[in-house]
């Protein structure tokens, strides 16, 4: 795995100052051709291959590395009409990309069909609607898998407790809708949920939808959307998954799959977290220590607004004194600048001796991380940079607060 280097980290953190993030493009590209790799279909037609990964967009949109990755061939997973106009001014070809509703407004519905792009239906509601408005479109349904994994219970997107997709029970309404108002059904999808470690409920996803995906009920598919969920390694001493070992058997199921239905289809996988996650680092300043009786706590100059995983999901991010790498070692609350109990980035996490103006690195930053960002406490984001073939780019600016003031009151 290609990482950047403390030294490196160090000198950037130190020439245009903290809290700011720093993406790794070396390793955001790496991790997408993992995929070809790992997921080897035979050749089934005259294209090179048949597997889509669709960047999920959601997880980082920063410009520059959605550029990078349209270099290397991806395209897209959209969720919100502003994902859509970003994707096109960048140059991506509506053909490349796949607009996933979630509980969509008829205004949204009618602005991605303008669009030209794809849109991915999820609820019986919005089939009825879409099709009533558009009959005889191309359409991709979204099925709840009816598999229920994740790594947190709000990132389960499985099971009937959760908003997305349709249920398998109701594939009789699908076919019903369909037949309607003449749709054409081009694409099936589901998504199980997020970090998922069990490979054996992803498979029974997968297999889940290829059951009803079948001549008589789709006659017309041109592609399989297994989503993302893919695992990412947030602990050091975590075990990663064996994911050669998964597209091999994922190849075989599909394969067996087109066989079956009796046409080669285009298999499509949607990760985002996988991506860039590894990428990415936010580095701090540490500014306050206090000791209250039995707890060092180490205050830093950013905080959830800028990093909410660990209060949002109770995640784990590691965090490496890049200062005092050789410190004794000791535990701390690593906490933020925010007013909230909540805004803390580790717990009596054991970490090289701290001191006041140490610079932190939080790993695996590179995901929901930025793009889950906000303007709490009116506390700008940081500057982004992209640190690829060995020179380090900014790619989005630090606002002052005054500049931050003017563009939000803005008559």
Same mark, same amino acid.
């Given at each position: 795995?290609?990482?950047?280097?403390? /030294?490196?980290?160090? &000198?950037?953190?130190?020439?245009? &100052?903290?809290?700011?993030?720093?993406?790794?493009?070396?390793?955001?590209?790496?991790?997408?051709?993992?995929?070809?790799?790992?997921?080897?279909?035979?050749?089934?037609?005259?294209?090179?291959?048949?597997?889509?990964?669709?960047?999920?967009?959601?997880?980082?949109?920063?410009?520059?590395?959605?550029?990078?990755?349209?270099?290397?061939?991806?395209?897209?997973?959209?969720?919100?009409?502003?994902?859509?106009?970003?994707?096109?001014?960048?140059?991506?070809?509506?053909?490349?990309?796949?607009?996933?509703?979630?509980?969509?407004?008829?205004?949204?519905?009618?602005?991605?069909?303008?669009?030209?792009?794809?849109?991915?239906? *999820?609820?019986?509601?919005?089939?009825?609607?879409? *099709?009533?408005?558009?009959? &005889?479109?191309?359409?991709?349904?979204?099925?709840?898998?009816?598999?229920?994994?994740?790594?947190?219970?709000?990132?389960?997107?499985?099971?009937?407790?959760?908003?997305?997709?349709?249920?398998?029970?109701?594939?009789?309404?699908?076919?019903?809708?369909?037949?309607?108002?003449?749709?054409?059904?081009?694409?099936?999808?589901?998504?199980?949920?997020? *970090?998922?470690?069990?490979?054996?409920?992803?498979?029974?996803?997968?297999?889940?939808?290829?059951?009803?995906?079948?001549?008589?009920?789709?006659?017309?598919?041109?592609?399989?959307?297994?989503? *993302?969920?893919?695992?990412?390694?947030?602990?050091?001493?975590?075990?990663?998954?064996?994911?050669?070992?998964?597209?091999?058997?994922?190849?075989?199921?599909?394969?067996?799959?087109?066989?079956?239905?009796?046409?080669?289809?285009?298999?499509?996988? /949607?990760?985002?977290?996988?991506?860039?996650?590894?990428?990415?680092?936010?580095?701090?300043?540490?500014?306050?220590?206090?000791?209250?009786?039995?707890?060092?706590?180490?205050?830093?100059?950013?905080?959830?607004?800028?990093?909410?995983?660990?209060?949002?999901?109770?995640?784990?991010?590691?965090?490496?004194?890049?200062?005092?790498?050789?410190?004794?070692?000791?535990?701390?609350?690593?906490?933020?600048?925010?007013?909230?109990?909540?805004?803390?980035?580790?717990?009596?996490?054991?970490?090289?001796?701290?001191?006041?103006?140490?610079?932190?690195?939080?790993?695996?930053?590179?995901?929901?991380?930025?793009?889950?960002?906000?303007?709490?406490?009116?506390?700008?984001?940081?500057?982004?940079?992209?640190?690829?073939?060995?020179?380090?780019?900014?790619?989005?600016?630090?606002?002052? /607060?005054?500049?931050?003031?003017?563009?939000?009151?803005?008559?």
């Amino acid at each position: 795995m290609t990482q950047l280097s403390s /030294e490196t980290l160090l &000198k950037a953190a130190k020439k245009y &100052k903290t809290p700011l993030f720093i993406y790794n493009g070396d390793l955001i590209l790496e991790r997408y051709n993992d995929f070809f790799k790992f997921i080897r279909l035979k050749k089934m037609n005259s294209r090179k291959s048949n597997l889509r990964i669709l960047y999920a967009m959601k997880a980082n949109y920063n410009p520059e590395i959605l550029k990078l990755l349209k270099k290397q061939g991806a395209w897209l997973d959209l969720v919100s009409p502003g994902e859509a106009v970003l994707a096109l001014k960048l140059g991506f070809r509506k053909e490349h990309l796949l607009f996933t509703e979630n509980n969509m407004t008829n205004e949204e519905m009618h602005k991605i069909r303008k669009l030209g792009i794809l849109i991915n239906i *999820g609820s019986l509601s919005r089939l009825e609607k879409f *099709g009533k408005t558009y009959p &005889k479109s191309e359409v991709c349904i979204r099925f709840n898998p009816d598999v229920i994994a994740g790594e947190h219970e709000k990132v389960i997107t499985g099971g009937d407790l959760t908003k997305f997709g349709i249920l398998l029970s109701d594939l009789d309404q699908v076919k019903n809708i369909v037949k309607r108002y003449k749709l054409k059904v081009v694409g099936l999808h589901e998504h199980t949920g997020s *970090g998922i470690s069990d490979m054996n409920k992803v498979f029974q996803s997968i297999q889940n939808l290829m059951n009803i995906a079948t001549r008589e009920n789709f006659p017309k598919l041109k592609f399989l959307d297994f989503g *993302g969920g893919f695992k990412v390694q947030y602990h050091p001493q975590e075990i990663r998954v064996n994911y050669a070992e998964f597209g091999l058997k994922v190849s075989r199921m599909f394969e067996k799959f087109c066989r079956k239905y009796g046409r080669t289809l285009d298999l499509y996988f /949607e990760p985002g977290k996988y991506i860039v996650a590894e990428s990415g680092y936010l580095i701090v300043e540490v500014n306050t220590l206090k000791k209250n009786k039995s707890r060092l706590i180490a205050g830093t100059n950013s905080g959830f607004n800028h990093l909410i995983r660990p209060v949002l999901y109770n995640a784990y991010h590691h965090i490496t004194n890049l200062s005092n790498p050789d410190g004794k070692i000791r535990k701390y609350d690593i906490v933020g600048n925010i007013c909230e109990t909540g805004d803390t980035f580790a717990s009596d996490r054991k970490i090289p001796e701290i001191r006041e103006y140490d610079l932190l690195a939080i790993h695996n930053a590179g995901a929901y991380c930025y793009s889950m960002g906000s303007l709490y406490n009116l506390r700008p984001m940081p500057a982004e940079f992209l640190y690829a073939n060995g020179n380090l780019k900014m790619v989005s600016k630090r606002m002052s /607060e005054e500049e931050l003031i003017e563009k939000i009151f803005k008559d």
